[in-house]
């Protein structure tokens, strides 16, 4: 069973702070205009989950490293959901998220 490490917390918060900043910079850009969301609701919010869902995974990672390789495994098709290349930067978290999963220590084997 694995652990998590100091290092591997410190790779999943970077993923987290990294895709918080790339919906912010998604906000500002308008694609996730909030008074569009409340206007367009049944449009948008299935696209914020979406986005949201491998954040929420890696968070629940700080407990358990399994879900940190399914938030990994979620984010990078994530990243090229959009051909506009507005999700692209989403790889960076993704990436931090498998770099956390594998610096998680094995423990020994019960003999």
Request: proline fraction near 7%; include cysteine.
């Amino acid at each position: 069973m694995r652990r998590v490490t100091t290092a591997s917390r410190a790779w999943t918060i970077a993923g987290l702070f990294l895709a918080t900043l790339h919906l912010g910079l998604l906000c500002s850009v308008s694609l996730f205009d909030a008074g569009r969301v409340v206007a367009d609701w049944p449009e948008r919010v299935p696209w914020l989950v979406l986005v949201a869902i491998p954040a929420a995974l890696a968070i629940a990672g700080l407990r358990n490293p399994s879900y940190l390789r399914a938030a990994a495994i979620i984010s990078v098709p994530l990243s090229v959901i959009s051909l506009a290349g507005a999700t692209l930067p989403l790889i960076i978290p993704a990436l931090c998220y498998v770099v956390a999963y594998i610096s998680c220590e094995s423990e020994a084997p019960a003999t």
